[in-house]
Nanobody, 127 residues
Framework: QLQLVESGGGLVQPGGSLRLSCAVS??????????IGWFRQAPGKEREGVAC????????NYADFAQGRFTVDRDSAKSAVYLQMNSLKPEDTGVYYC??????????????????WGQGTQVTVSS
């Protein structure tokens, strides 16, 4: 079981940027064997997939609303995955979670097929 810890959330004005981090840890694992996903949940709404990065070569996958504004990347040496969010909108407000699943030879999913989850970090976009 992987331990995931998100950080980097906060309050930002519309049009601003945030970079979320997901630190992944456990003994003897290799980050490149795992797909890492970012999800969010707004108040009163269901959790939804935002972006993910696949195992191996790290092919990304984005929800339509994230395409062109958000970028997911990975630093395997630091066992960390990042979500760069630009041009933020009030509707991007929510708790953002990262999640992991050992998944090889397949594009990472934006559905909740993940085994291990972090506790989340709050993102608030407001003027």
């Amino acid at each position: 079981q992987l331990q995931l810890v998100e950080s980097g959330g906060g309050l930002v004005q519309p049009g601003g940027s945030l970079r979320l981090s997901c630190a992944v840890s456990t003994t003897g694992f290799t980050l490149d064997y795992y797909a890492i996903g970012w999800f969010r949940q707004a108040p009163g709404k269901e959790r939804e997939g935002v972006a993910c990065i696949s195992s191996g070569g790290g092919m990304p996958n984005y929800a339509d609303f994230a395409q062109g504004r958000f970028t997911v990347d990975r630093d395997s040496a630091k066992s960390a995955v990042y979500l760069q969010m630009n041009s933020l909108k009030p509707e991007d407000t929510g708790v953002y979670y990262c999640a992991a699943v050992r998944l090889l030879y397949r594009l990472c999913p934006l559905s909740e097929e993940y085994d291990d989850w972090g506790q989340g970090t709050q993102v608030t976009v407001s003027s």
